[in-house]
């Protein structure tokens, strides 16, 4: 008999979940509305229901199910509780998730944040497999990070680490959701590019998707060129800081601007190159690369949270 776990990431939009066999293989996948204005307990409720349909699923098949991971939005402590949250998920914030669900699931239930879920996946079957350690950034709507060392996650005193989004490096910056000013997420995420592009290109009718900056960047645009030099160089600011903290064998950006591939990667690159020491920017062309799993990954890395345990 086969062992597989349910993996389940929680976003505001959508719950990502997935049987996920012992070798990281997608087994089954489904996607749901989180319809997150219903509160916690409907959030609760929900994923109950969806581990429940996995476990209908499995009675006809040979598999054997060892247990549930999820990965969610918010910073989550090492008891499995939500120590702070957006209101992208209203009510969350301080939800113990892993003792509200372990209550009224049978199976063992492990939680952990989502880009740490993103990290384990991209580390299992992704672009960080068979490296011990790496960084893993998630750019999106804010700035999500994960150092995976030992094959786990670095979670450190209290499982928040990796708020890279909100190291400063703007002092009296752009304000920031989190209450400070000149945090990285409010130049690197894409909400940031979105600004920025608003900001140079002057209400530019390509300039509201970052989709079509990058394709007028490419055309030869100056001010779209500009835009993506910008954009390039901020992220790479916050990476030469995350460089001289941990030394990583290889950074793992995912997200959308991802599918730019190498037009906004070499940028980066450079970026790097020209902000760090010497002997940190060796080899870093081989090094700063795009994750591979899309938006799958939360939910692998979050089955694999099972066999971690």
Not at 277 to 282: K, Q, T, Y
Request: hydrophobic share 40%; with cysteine; aromatic share 8%.
């Amino acid at each position: 008999m086969h062992q597989a776990a349910v993996g389940i990431d929680i976003g505001g939009t959508f719950i990502k979940s997935g049987l996920i066999g012992s070798d990281g293989r997608i087994l089954v996948q489904q996607s749901t509305p989180t319809e997150a204005a219903g509160g916690r307990e409907a959030l609760l409720s929900k994923i109950v229901q969806i581990v429940h349909g996995y476990e209908n699923y499995i009675s006809n098949t040979e598999l054997e199910l060892i247990g549930v991971g999820i990965g969610t939005a918010g910073y989550v402590n090492l008891e499995g509780e939500i120590g702070s949250a957006t209101e992208s998920l209203p009510g969350w914030q301080g939800t113990p998730v892993k003792a509200e669900l372990q209550r009224r699931i049978s199976l063992p239930v492990y939680v952990d944040n989502d880009v740490n879920a993103v990290a384990l996946g991209e580390s299992w079957t992704g672009a960080g497999r068979n490296r011990d350690q790496f960084i893993c950034l998630a750019l999106g709507t804010g700035v999500g990070g994960c150092f995976i060392y030992g094959g786990k996650p670095y979670r450190g005193k209290s499982g928040y680490a990796g708020a890279y989004g909100h190291q400063v490096i703007a002092m009296d910056g752009q304000p920031c959701a989190c209450g400070l000013k000149g945090c990285w997420e409010q130049y690197a995420s894409v909400t940031a590019l979105k600004r920025i592009a608003r900001e140079m290109a002057k209400g530019a009718e390509w300039s509201s998707l970052p989709e079509n900056v990058f394709a007028e960047a490419r055309k030869g645009n100056e001010t779209a060129v500009s835009i993506v030099d910008q954009y390039a160089l901020y992220i790479s600011i916050g990476i030469a800081g995350l460089m001289h903290s941990f030394n990583p064998t290889a950074v793992i950006i995912g997200g959308a601007v991802t599918a730019q591939g190498d037009f906004l990667f070499d940028r980066i690159r450079s970026g790097v190159r020209k902000n760090t020491m010497h002997g940190f920017a060796e080899q870093l062309d081989l090094t700063i690369i795009p994750a591979q799993l899309g938006n799958m990954a939360g939910t692998v890395g979050a089955a694999k949270l099972v066999w971690l345990a």
